[in-house]
């Protein structure tokens, strides 16, 4: 019978491209991967691998394989969830990937729902890039992800994965609190006036939120100065708030409380979904679901304000 084990260790250098990358992902040796994936082989009783290069490749019964791998590791998992779900308390651990804005005003008002209606439950959440997080779900070294969609963008489908809507997030115009000053027409906050008259701060270069931003002012005929790129969306507000330059902000930043800037609506007020995903078999999953209801709840209570 071939062991479950190793064909997870199959199904990870399928995902993840080497095996280097298998041993750092689930904490082995290089040379532990590949004895377990050589007594695989002498399970299946085929060659599963060829050397190509530095790197292997998987044979075409290694690839069948791994179709039937994902398989039982997705009935593993769904049977771990109707046991759980036979349970009166929700428990076990739940790991969560989640960006940066989410992490600000999402999470930390669902751990407190979760720590008062569900004390055995442990969460664990690491930020992580929404690709990155996506790809680590679905590769089952987390169990949730919190992610985002710009307008226009959609991401790689992920078959393996489910998509739940959380919350639409409205981007606007963020200026400094006193226009006037720092050589922004009071009566023009527009995008051509704001690129103008101040340099620009945005996400680095590649990011779904940098594409739409620059396809949004090249929409609008000009092209920005960005002299300040950071992923980090708090140095954003810093930056604007002090007059140094002007940006694009959705409104989860302010995880409810006062926006500290000048806030102005854009043509037809934009707005990027934010949404969760899991894997299908752990959807079902008493301690998921828990999570998934208390990310909805936190959503729906940040309220931002909507002063401009």
Do not use: K
């Amino acid at each position: 019978m071939l062991d479950v084990r190793r064909l997870r260790l199959l199904v990870e250098l399928s995902d993840r491209g080497t095996l280097s990358a298998v041993a750092e992902a689930l904490s082995y040796s290089p040379s532990s991967v590949s004895q377990q994936l050589s007594q695989l082989e002498r399970e299946a009783g085929v060659p599963l691998l060829v050397q190509v290069g530095r790197r292997v490749q998987l044979t075409a019964q290694a690839q069948v394989l791994v179709g039937h791998a994902r398989a039982v590791l997705d009935r593993l998992e769904e049977a771990e969830s109707e046991v759980a779900r036979s349970l009166t308390a929700v428990g076990g651990t739940v790991r969560i990937a989640v960006f940066q804005s989410a992490a600000h005003a999402v999470v930390p008002q669902a751990l407190t729902l979760l720590r008062t209606e569900h004390p055995a439950l442990r969460v664990e959440v690491t930020e992580r890039e929404p690709d990155v997080g996506l790809f680590e779900v679905s590769a089952r070294d987390f169990d949730l992800v919190i992610a985002e969609q710009y307008p226009g963008h959609t991401r790689a489908h992920r078959e393996e994965l489910d998509r739940v809507h959380l919350v639409a997030d409205t981007i606007r115009l963020a200026l400094p609190p006193h226009p006037a000053s720092r050589g922004v027409a009071a009566a023009d906050h527009s995008l051509r006036a704001a690129a103008s008259a101040m340099p620009w701060v945005l996400e680095p270069a590649g990011t779904a939120s940098r594409d739409w931003a620059e396809q949004l002012c090249r929409d609008a005929g000009f092209e920005p100065d960005v002299r300040f790129e950071t992923a980090d969306l708090m140095a954003h507000i810093r930056l604007i708030r002090s007059g140094n330059a002007v940006g694009l902000l959705p409104d989860l930043v302010w995880a409810g409380q006062a926006p500290s800037v000048t806030l102005v609506d854009l043509p037809g007020q934009p707005e990027r979904e934010v949404f969760t995903s899991t894997r299908h078999a752990a959807a079902t999953r008493p301690a998921v679901a828990a999570c998934r209801d208390a990310l909805a709840r936190a959503a729906h209570a940040t309220a931002t304000p909507s002063a401009r």
